[in-house]
């Protein structure tokens, strides 16, 4: 996370940064227990504006993971846009962001999780996230030593702060021996996703990429590239296992992921992919996702919601 914002959005309010606060005795400080989304909003220079990219699938998928958890969100989809546009205007961003709704157990027992019996609180993040020089690039990977967690153990459909334990570990072992981000293998030995992206690769023509019961986050970039894929390049695309050996024939392979954006891997395990640059066809997809999110392809603009327009309608209203 870069430097403090001025606002955070905690329990119903905005409040400053510093005030931000909850007791050490919470369920989310001592075991995790919290369900989140990592949303970004882009800043489109020439049009003025910002724009939150797919935030209602997002809540969507915060709300599965909730159901998952049995945690109780004390707030509707309308309530929970409103908060997170008014955090973002509150910290007067022009700027590329990542925002960050959270749900979260207050002070309970391990069993606990009745609205009757343990609090559910809620806050929102905020702070800028330009897009990383790596994009251009590519990050050299390979295969983690960690396996993914598996369903039957720690759902990795559930984007949970205690399931980024596993991820930490991963992470942590690539960045000692001096690579970038890993690919993680699950339980059954088939490719699942990095510690915090999904993968994605491209032979013979096809986007290929590990099904969502391969113990993956149902990745909201994934899904849009799939139909970037699909729609406007007229590729073939292929949710099936994908093997490790597969990750070292591959033409093309990248990480795909709200922070990650599309980060293309240049080698796995010393492997070469393709020529050791990024790919033609990552590029175009690169290049497609940096405009749809930027506002500048219409017929993706359902996906958007502008963060300083939608103000001045609703202030020229009242």
């Not at 969507?60 to 973002?88: C, F, K, N």
């Not at 369903?151 to 205690?162: H, M, N, Q, T």
């Not at 334990?165 to 992470?171: D, E, G, P, T």
Request: aromatic fraction near 8%; charge should be negative.
């Amino acid at each position: 996370m870069s430097k403090a914002a001025d606002y955070a959005w905690l329990d119903g309010k905005l409040v400053p940064w510093a005030n931000a606060t909850m007791h050490i005795s919470t369920e989310c400080v001592l075991r995790g227990e919290n369900v989140f989304e990592g949303i970004r909003a882009y800043w489109n220079e020439e049009q003025q504006e910002l724009y939150t990219f797919r935030h209602a699938d997002h809540i969507a998928r915060l709300r599965q993971g909730a159901r998952i958890m049995r945690m109780t969100i004390p707030y509707s989809d309308a309530e929970i846009e409103a908060a997170s546009l008014e955090l973002i205007r509150a910290c007067n961003y022009r700027e590329t962001i990542h925002y960050r709704p959270v749900v979260y157990f207050a002070e309970g027992e391990l069993t606990h999780y009745l609205p009757s019996e343990i609090r559910t609180g809620f806050f929102i993040l905020a702070f800028a996230m330009p897009s990383k020089k790596v994009q251009e690039t590519g990050v050299k990977s390979a295969i983690s030593t960690w396996r993914r967690n598996s369903d039957l153990a720690s759902p990795s459909r559930i984007k949970s702060g205690a399931n980024y334990h596993n991820s930490r570990l991963a992470y942590i072992e690539a960045r000692m021996n001096g690579m970038g981000p890993p690919v993680m293998l699950n339980a059954a030995g088939k490719v699942a996703e990095g510690p915090g992206a999904c993968v994605m690769i491209i032979r013979h023509g096809k986007l290929i990429t590990p099904p969502v019961t391969a113990d993956i986050l149902e990745s909201i970039t994934r899904e849009t590239l799939m139909e970037l894929a699909r729609e406007e390049l007229g590729m073939e695309v292929v949710e099936r296992d994908v093997d490790r050996s597969e990750l070292y024939v591959a033409d093309e392979a990248f990480f795909c992921g709200s922070g990650a954006e599309v980060l293309p891997m240049v080698s796995i395990d010393h492997y070469d992919i393709g020529d050791g640059t990024p790919g033609a066809v990552t590029r175009k997809l690169q290049q497609l996702y940096n405009d749809a999110v930027r506002g500048k392809l219409e017929k993706y603009r359902h996906w958007l919601t502008p963060v300083w327009r939608s103000n001045a309608a609703k202030a020229a209203a009242e």
